[in-house]
């Protein structure tokens, strides 16, 4: 059933809200709302893993090969490269005809500026942050967060938005346990932030892995596996285990509002004119963030 969000939307605009991957999780998404007769534009946030970009940091426009830029945050994205790498982004541009870059090094309040003139001009209702894996749901002081600097900079911009959150893979990029995802969502269904479930089918799945089987992004990957039948330990490129089964092919549509209530870290973040002001935000909550482990990993490489 389609989530009550979209009840009257006619386009949505979906961002892969923690950079890598996350924008084929979006372009999965799409796929399920356009079945329902809403036009989607897809994109991501352009932060490669330091396994594929040994820059530490999401990149700007300013770094990429962009011909068309939108505005100061976003750019299409179909032949983008930064150097010789191709984005993830560019990578999903040239499967769904074109999808938007977007760019977090400016801030909080220029990506809510840029993205809001972009939904205006192009008449877009719903703004969807999609999070491969459930990170985006985390306190800051789970065990195996790595990376939540990303998704509160965009958690953070997309309240200011009408937006809506969704989980997509249930603990497929190996962060937060099964566990910590029941409970966190338990916490939002009380307070009213479930918008709506949906669950990526078979047709959809068959149709999309081949053209994604090759990109680089495993919690996006194990979502299509799951709906594909897939079920058992699969390991991921770090090593870590994770259980595998038709639960990581369901979709959570959360409310923003809801969401940055629960968590400290978008409200910390909320302000920061940069991404080196965010990051240090989190510092303040003794929050270790993705921006300092890349550090940490340039500088091994130095």
Not at 91 to 118: H, M, Q, R
Not at 235 to 250: C, G, K, P, Q
Request: proline residues 3%; hydrophobic residues 45%; aromatic residues 6%.
């Amino acid at each position: 059933m389609l989530p009550y969000v979209f009840s009257n939307a006619e386009k949505v605009m979906l961002i892969g809200m923690g950079g890598g991957g996350d924008a084929v999780s979006a372009l999965v998404i799409a796929k399920l709302l356009e079945k329902y007769g809403i036009e989607c534009t897809v994109g991501g946030v352009v932060w490669e893993r330091f396994r594929r970009d040994q820059k530490p940091g999401p990149r700007s426009l300013e770094e990429m090969e962009v011909t068309e830029r939108i505005n100061t945050s976003l750019a299409w994205m179909k032949g983008v490269k930064i150097g010789e790498l191709k984005p993830i982004v560019a990578e999903v541009a040239e499967i769904a005809g074109n999808a938007v870059g977007v760019d977090i090094t400016k801030g909080v309040k220029c990506l809510v500026e840029d993205v809001g003139s972009f939904m205006k001009s192009e008449g877009i209702d719903v703004v969807v942050g999609v999070d491969a894996g459930g990170d985006s749901l985390g306190r800051g002081k789970e065990a195996n967060l790595v990376s939540p600097l990303c998704d509160a900079v965009v958690t953070a911009a997309l309240n200011a938005l009408p937006s809506c959150i969704s989980v997509v893979g249930f603990g497929s990029d190996g962060e937060l346990s099964r566990a910590e995802i029941e409970c966190y969502l338990s916490e939002i269904a009380a307070k009213g932030g479930l918008e709506g479930v949906m669950l990526i089918d078979r047709e959809t799945a068959s149709e999309l892995y081949p053209s994604v089987e090759g990109i680089e992004t495993q919690a996006s990957r194990v979502p299509l596996l799951a709906a594909l039948g897939y079920h058992g330990t699969y390991r991921t490129w770090d090593d870590t285990e994770i259980d595998v089964s038709v639960l990581n092919a369901l979709v959570f549509f959360l409310k923003t509002e809801v969401l940055y209530d629960l968590s400290p870290l978008p409200g910390a973040v909320k302000d920061a004119e940069s991404i080196w002001d965010a990051n240090e935000a989190l510092h303040k909550l003794g929050i270790k963030t993705e921006l300092d482990i890349e550090l940490e990993l340039a500088a091994d490489q130095s």
